[in-house]
């Protein structure tokens, strides 16, 4: 993945303005958007908070955002955010010393750079020339997510960088358990959730998360957190699993819709059908 030097370019004057995401994240809901702009369309935005970051492509595609929390359990994840929002030129020239190549892929994999910046690149490297841009890190803390013989990656040049940075200038960015970023919404404050997709099942009572096991008690834990988050005056939509756990914790908590996507995640093999996801919000779905 080898960066050309480019031009000086100037960053949108509005850090509301849409851009792409940089990050590929497996279960993103970039698919998702319209419904979300719909959904939030007329709302004034006081403060946008995200307790599920991930590739950010919701904050990142709306425009009605100006002042945000966008927090994630992934300290690694999070110090990426912060890189490329304070250096955006540094990350995009330490990226140039890769390329897309299953020997460069494994040695950036096997080596930990020392330096935040050197870091934000290695992450951004792997996350794009990786299988399906999957995180995944062993019991030792350590990513193990093979190559993905990529033939094509989308740079991430100059230009991207800095309208990222811009978009994320108005952001604070924190590594937080969701429940303590919740914890910050109140009246004016719109919550985009998106939680690992666990459900109440003998054969799926937790999911990996980043280090950490997400559980059925921790989706208790979610719902607690998004009921008073309501009670204060804070607006949400919140997308999960469709099942009926799921759908009898959080019904009684807001409004309840399906909705489908393409299922992208498996290999060449994978059958790659439609598949219903649960949408809850206490804004008018009418």
């Known amino acids: 993945m080898t960066q050309e030097a480019l031009p000086a370019v100037e960053p949108p004057s509005d850090s509301r303005d849409r851009v792409d995401p940089f990050l590929r994240w497996a279960g993103g809901k970039r698919w998702l958007l319209p419904e979300v702009e719909t959904l939030t369309s007329g709302l004034q935005?006081?403060?946008y908070i995200e307790p599920f970051l991930g590739g950010g492509s919701i904050f990142f595609g709306l425009t009605s955002t100006k002042d945000a929390l966008l927090s994630d359990l992934n300290e690694e994840l999070i110090e990426v955010y912060e890189l490329v929002k304070k250096d955006p030129d540094g990350v995009v020239e330490a990226l140039g010393e890769y390329v897309n190549t299953a020997e460069c892929y494994y040695s950036a994999r096997s080596n930990v750079p020392t330096t935040s910046r050197l870091r934000a690149a290695r992450f951004i490297f792997l996350n794009q020339t990786s299988y399906n841009g999957i995180y995944r890190v062993n019991l030792n803390g350590k990513y193990n997510v093979p190559y993905g013989n990529r033939k094509y990656v989308r740079p991430f040049d100059l230009d991207a960088a800095r309208r990222v940075s811009a978009k994320l200038r108005t952001a604070e960015i924190r590594a937080l358990d969701f429940e303590v970023a919740i914890a910050e919404a109140g009246p004016g404050d719109f919550l985009?959730?998106?939680?690992?997709?666990?459900?109440?099942?003998?054969?799926?009572?937790?999911?990996?998360?980043?280090r950490h096991l997400f559980n059925f008690e921790d989706q208790r834990r979610l719902a607690e957190a998004l009921s008073l988050a309501a009670e204060r005056g804070a607006k949400f939509i919140m997308t999960n699993a469709a099942?009926?756990?799921?759908e009898d914790l959080f019904s009684p908590l807001a409004e309840r819709k399906v909705v489908t996507r393409q299922n992208l995640i498996g290999g060449k093999s994978a059958k790659r059908g439609k598949a219903e996801e649960l949408l809850f919000t206490n804004l008018d779905i009418s």
Do not use: C, E, L, W
Request: aromatic fraction near 16%; glycine fraction near 4%.
């Open 192 to 210: 985009f959730v998106d939680p690992p997709y666990t459900v109440a099942h003998n054969n799926n009572g937790f999911v990996k998360y980043n």
């Open 243 to 246: 099942h009926k756990s799921i």
């Open 45 to 47: 935005i006081n403060r």
